[in-house]
């Protein structure tokens, strides 16, 4: 049972690209949440998805920022015009939905904004 | 919205202590409280959670105690390991109860290393 799969791993973008980040949640799992974690910093709650839904959105930037999870395929955090107060640790969560709210992390994709 | 502070910053433990980490949280609506641990370049891990119906959980050297007329919740790791050494985030959330606000608001962290 594989566990939560992001990728890039790592990922290298100069300041006024787009980064495209994938999640694929565990399977069996329904609910996708994406947290940003700041060098040396604890994690930041950013948005929270369900299929083709999103439930909570209250701690992602208005501008430039913008989450989706489809029906088919991975849930994509999007970045457009990357700025280097951007560069962070961008995790991924799951949890099955329903009674059970125990979230697993993927490993993470590092951005690294030059 | 929530606010979770989380003490220590860092924790320095002789091999075979105990460590406690403690922390407390604002919204008195949560009902959920995990704690994580994370080794440096690695994803949070799950190590135990504790549900607002119950005081105290424990799994083998980890033990949580929540006490919510306080609002504050405590990680208690004995018999220290030096593989214990890690950075341990305490977090917290309304939970399933209530549909739409499973997000986890997160403590600062605290960076506990083991002195072999």
């Known amino acids: 049972n594989a566990g939560v799969m992001q990728n890039p791993r790592h990922l290298v973008r100069r300041r006024g690209q787009e980064a495209r980040l994938r999640c694929s949640p565990m399977?069996?799992?329904?609910?996708v949440y994406w947290y940003r974690q700041l060098p040396e910093e604890g994690l930041k709650f950013m948005v929270y998805?369900?299929?083709?839904?999103?439930?909570?959105e209250s701690g992602m930037p208005k501008e430039r920022f913008s989450a989706e999870f489809p029906k088919e395929g991975p849930s994509i955090l999007r970045i457009q015009q990357v700025v280097r107060g951007d560069s962070a640790a961008y995790f991924c969560?799951?949890?099955?939905?329903?009674?059970?709210?125990?979230?697993?992390f993927g490993p993470g994709t590092r951005l690294l904004v030059l | 919205g929530e606010n979770v502070e989380q003490h220590p910053s860092t924790l320095s433990v002789q091999e075979g202590d105990s460590a406690v980490i403690k922390c407390t949280y604002s919204d008195s609506a949560s009902n959920y409280f995990p704690w994580y641990k994370q080794e440096l370049g690695k994803r949070p891990q799950l190590i135990i959670d504790i549900r607002s119906n119950v005081g105290e959980k424990k799994d083998q050297r980890i033990a949580v105690t929540l006490n919510k007329t306080a609002k504050h919740f405590s990680l208690h790791i004995t018999e220290t390991q030096p593989e214990d050494s890690a950075v341990y985030f305490c977090a917290a959330s309304i939970g399933a109860i209530h549909f739409g606000n499973e997000k986890l608001t997160f403590g600062t962290g605290t960076r506990l290393t083991i002195i072999p």
């Open positions: 998805l369900q299929k083709e839904n999103i439930i909570d």
């Open positions: 969560a799951s949890s099955p939905g329903g009674s059970e709210e125990t979230q697993y």
């Open positions: 399977k069996g799992h329904s609910h």
